[in-house]
């Protein structure tokens, strides 16, 4: 039987309070480590592991309540000035914080967790007694840590799988469960060993990503009151179609029936993105994770970092939020671990020693942007250009073909990496394109834009929401196709004059700058036709290019389902258009990886050839 039995809702109430009140009081420690007289974020600190504490009196949690009472001691002494802040003190509480954060992980699996770490207990006496804390107990800054299998050996760090498990809601545990399993905390003397943690319970080990969300009440109110015009307008349509089947098949029946399918129109429009808003939340929720891994991160590089963070306020649907934390994850460790100097060569290239890391959103149409940016060195086109040869990545043609900025996304090929050293932290050439990848499958795209000596911005674009797409349907051959609008920046007439041929491959030269074509029905394999109409299209991974269509049916927001059973490539999912067909809506950057998708080419008789006039009749597949 559960622990908790009859108490679940409970549970679940102090859990998620607590996980808002452990990451608010991780910023402020943060904060507080800059600013240590500061009285009023004491008392912040004070009061929200109070609450803490109080939460898990009530639910028995002795253990949880022992520690949050050490700490809350400690934050007391602080208060009073009996006890001076530094670097180890800090140390020593931001590693009690991730302790009470592993104790809700077991509370999420409905178990009470065990004590603490004894080595964590005896620093925190240690520093209430007035002493420093135990050498062992902390780790000293610059100071790598182990990396399971790595060559590179050292005795202590953060523990990162507290961090990964503060990225995890409630009830879900840390995606690298083996490191969580097996990460000590650090040995009271050098000769004691450390006592490995116990392994998370199957019921956390095995849950799912959160699936809970908290909704404005206000938000809610405006979906019920939707749904009760809709249900009056339906009524009116009931008693129209009443009408209608009785004969009454007058102008007056028509108008009033035209005016309740538009109001209808209107309603379900305005039900529809009432619904949506109750998805959206803050960035902030995802954003407030990060203040407590960059400092901890610096600390262990022995650099000097600050992270400022703004548009926590912009929205996003949950799901994608959810998604985003690991990418954010690497990005954001990037920016410190390779994007940032040591202060003595930030001194030496004359900035300030201590570096500024930058997390911002911002609302762009039905987008969002989140940039991540540093201050620091910046990227070399020409040593990523070298790196990639090194490693067999690329070729000395393609390399030698390469501008600055297709060389800047080198990084995000499997494999490749800038470090000649491995560590826990980077090295391994398994980030950027996991990045990639991960945010490809959200319908985003990320570029890369880095000054050498002045820093680098990664941009990552993301639609607001995943629930429902924006397209623009397209058709090939009387069939209806629809793709991305996100990816759509301009549609044009194609006229077959303006096609040329640069190496066999048709191109079209707009505005100054040379665009592959490419067939829509060559792409799905299908007999190409005249193509009259191009759509310029903008990748992640390829750039623009124009993409030749049959016709327009327009564009249109839609509900993507996937296909039962089966993921063809090149397929996002399917929809239904106005009139019940079924619409593919198409993965455009798949389908730029599928072998069997060829350039748009225009065949050539005998006689229009050696004259340089295409046929416009006769498109290759």
Same mark, same amino acid.
């Given at each position: 039987?559960?622990?908790?039995?009859?108490?679940?809702?409970?549970?679940?109430? $102090?859990?998620?309070?607590?996980?808002?009140?452990?990451?608010?009081?991780?910023?402020?420690?943060?904060?507080?480590?800059?600013?240590?007289?500061?009285?009023?974020?004491?008392? !912040?600190?004070?009061?929200?592991?109070?609450?803490?504490?109080?939460?898990? &009196? $009530?639910?028995?949690?002795?253990?949880?309540?022992?520690?949050?009472?050490?700490?809350?001691?400690?934050?007391?002494? #602080?208060?009073?000035? @009996?006890? @001076?802040? !530094?670097?180890?003190?800090?140390?020593?509480?931001?590693?009690?914080?991730?302790?009470?954060?592993?104790?809700?992980?077991?509370?999420?699996?409905?178990?009470?967790?065990?004590?603490?770490?004894?080595?964590?207990?005896?620093?925190?006496?240690?520093?209430?007694?007035?002493?420093?804390?135990?050498?062992?107990?902390? =780790?000293?800054?610059?100071?790598?840590?182990?990396? =399971?299998?790595?060559?590179?050996?050292?005795?202590?760090?953060?523990?990162?799988?507290?961090?990964?498990?503060?990225?995890?809601?409630? &009830?879900?545990?840390?995606?690298?469960? /083996?490191?969580?399993?097996?990460?000590?905390?650090?040995?009271?003397?050098?000769?004691?060993?450390?006592?490995?943690? *116990?392994? =998370?319970?199957?019921?956390? =080990?095995?849950?799912?990503?959160?699936?809970?969300?908290?909704? !404005?009440?206000?938000?809610?109110?405006?979906?019920?009151?939707?749904?009760?015009?809709?249900?009056? @307008?339906?009524?009116?349509?009931?008693?129209?179609?009443?009408?209608?089947?009785?004969?009454?098949?007058?102008?007056?029946?028509?108008?009033?029936?035209?005016?309740?399918?538009?109001? #209808?129109?209107?309603?379900?429009?305005?039900?529809?993105?009432?619904?949506?808003?109750?998805?959206?939340?803050?960035?902030?929720?995802?954003?407030?994770?990060?203040?407590?891994?960059?400092?901890?991160?610096?600390?262990?590089?022995?650099?000097? +970092?600050?992270?400022?963070?703004?548009?926590?306020?912009?929205?996003?649907?949950?799901?994608?939020?959810?998604?985003?934390?690991?990418?954010?994850?690497?990005?954001?460790?990037?920016?410190?671990?390779?994007?940032?100097?040591?202060?003595?060569?930030?001194?030496?290239?004359?900035?300030?020693?201590?570096?500024?890391?930058?997390?911002?959103?911002?609302?762009?149409?039905?987008?969002?942007?989140?940039?991540?940016?540093?201050?620091?060195?910046?990227?070399?086109? /020409?040593?990523?250009?070298?790196?990639?040869?090194?490693?067999?990545?690329?070729?000395?043609?393609?390399?030698?073909?390469?501008?600055?900025?297709?060389?800047?996304?080198?990084?995000?090929?499997?494999?490749?990496?800038?470090? !000649?050293?491995?560590?826990? +932290?980077?090295?391994?050439?398994?980030?950027?394109?996991? +990045?990639?990848?991960?945010?490809?499958?959200?319908? &985003?795209?990320?570029?890369?834009?880095?000054?050498?000596?002045?820093?680098?911005?990664?941009?990552?674009?993301?639609?607001? @929401?995943?629930?429902?797409?924006?397209?623009?349907?397209?058709?090939?051959?009387?069939?209806?196709?629809?793709?991305?609008?996100?990816?759509?920046?301009?549609?044009?007439? %194609?006229?077959?004059?303006?096609?040329?041929?640069?190496?066999?491959?048709?191109?079209?030269?707009?505005?100054?700058?040379?665009?592959? +074509?490419?067939?829509?029905?060559?792409?799905?394999?299908?007999?190409?036709?005249?193509?009259?109409?191009?759509?310029?299209?903008?990748?992640?991974?390829?750039?623009? $290019?124009?993409? &030749?269509?049959?016709? $327009?049916?327009?564009?249109?927001?839609?509900?993507?389902?996937?296909?039962?059973?089966?993921?063809?490539?090149?397929?996002?999912? *399917?929809?239904?258009?106005?009139?019940?067909?079924?619409?593919?809506?198409?993965?455009?950057?798949?389908? %730029?990886?599928?072998?069997?998708?060829?350039?748009?080419?225009?065949?050539?008789?005998?006689?229009?050839?050696?004259?340089?006039?295409?046929?416009?009749?006769?498109?290759?597949?």
């Amino acid at each position: 039987m559960s622990a908790f039995s009859g108490m679940e809702e409970l549970l679940q109430d $102090f859990l998620q309070e607590a996980s808002d009140l452990l990451s608010d009081v991780d910023n402020k420690l943060v904060e507080l480590e800059q600013h240590p007289d500061d009285t009023r974020l004491l008392n !912040d600190i004070f009061r929200g592991f109070h609450t803490i504490k109080g939460g898990a &009196g $009530f639910l028995g949690a002795t253990e949880m309540v022992a520690l949050c009472h050490r700490t809350e001691n400690l934050f007391d002494k #602080l208060r009073q000035h @009996t006890l @001076t802040l !530094d670097p180890a003190i800090m140390d020593v509480i931001l590693e009690a914080t991730a302790e009470v954060r592993h104790m809700m992980v077991s509370l999420a699996s409905a178990a009470q967790p065990d004590a603490a770490p004894a080595t964590l207990l005896a620093a925190l006496d240690a520093v209430l007694e007035g002493g420093a804390p135990l050498p062992a107990a902390i =780790a000293p800054a610059g100071t790598p840590t182990q990396f =399971a299998g790595g060559p590179q050996a050292a005795n202590h760090g953060p523990d990162w799988s507290a961090l990964l498990a503060a990225l995890a809601p409630p &009830g879900r545990a840390p995606e690298h469960a /083996e490191a969580a399993a097996t990460t000590p905390v650090a040995a009271a003397t050098p000769a004691e060993a450390p006592t490995p943690r *116990a392994p =998370a319970k199957a019921g956390v =080990a095995t849950a799912a990503r959160d699936s809970t969300i908290r909704v !404005d009440t206000d938000r809610l109110d405006q979906v019920l009151n939707l749904s009760g015009e809709i249900g009056l @307008t339906k009524n009116r349509l009931n008693c129209l179609r009443a009408e209608l089947l009785a004969g009454n098949t007058g102008p007056d029946t028509v108008n009033a029936m035209d005016a309740a399918i538009s109001q #209808l129109d209107l309603l379900v429009g305005d039900l529809q993105n009432a619904v949506m808003k109750t998805r959206m939340q803050p960035v902030g929720s995802l954003f407030q994770k990060y203040p407590r891994l960059v400092r901890d991160l610096a600390r262990q590089l022995g650099k000097e +970092v600050e992270l400022e963070i703004s548009g926590g306020d912009t929205e996003l649907d949950k799901t994608i939020i959810e998604d985003l934390k690991d990418p954010l994850v690497h990005l954001v460790r990037n920016a410190v671990d390779h994007g940032v100097e040591m202060p003595a060569e930030r001194i030496a290239a004359g900035k300030p020693a201590k570096s500024t890391v930058r997390l911002s959103a911002q609302q762009a149409g039905d987008h969002i942007v989140l940039e991540i940016s540093d201050d620091g060195r910046g990227i070399r086109a /020409e040593v990523l250009r070298r790196k990639a040869l090194d490693k067999g990545l690329i070729d000395y043609e393609t390399a030698n073909s390469l501008d600055e900025a297709s060389s800047l996304k080198l990084i995000f090929l499997p494999g490749f990496s800038t470090k !000649d050293q491995i560590s826990d +932290v980077s090295g391994r050439g398994v980030g950027m394109d996991v +990045v990639k990848t991960n945010i490809q499958k959200l319908n &985003g795209r990320i570029d890369i834009h880095s000054q050498p000596g002045l820093g680098t911005t990664f941009s990552v674009h993301l639609p607001l @929401t995943l629930a429902i797409m924006p397209v623009l349907v397209v058709k090939v051959q009387q069939q209806s196709f629809a793709v991305p609008l996100s990816m759509v920046r301009e549609i044009m007439p %194609l006229v077959p004059d303006s096609i040329q041929h640069v190496s066999g491959r048709a191109t079209l030269v707009l505005r100054d700058e040379v665009l592959p +074509v490419r067939s829509l029905a060559g792409m799905l394999n299908r007999p190409a036709g005249a193509a009259p109409f191009g759509v310029l299209m903008q990748t992640s991974a390829r750039g623009s $290019f124009v993409l &030749g269509v049959d016709g $327009f049916v327009g564009r249109d927001d839609v509900v993507i389902k996937p296909l039962a059973d089966i993921k063809p490539k090149g397929v996002s999912g *399917a929809t239904l258009s106005g009139d019940g067909s079924v619409v593919l809506v198409l993965d455009i950057e798949a389908m %730029l990886d599928e072998p069997g998708s060829v350039m748009l080419g225009y065949t050539f008789n005998r006689e229009s050839a050696s004259a340089g006039t295409p046929r416009p009749d006769a498109l290759a597949a």
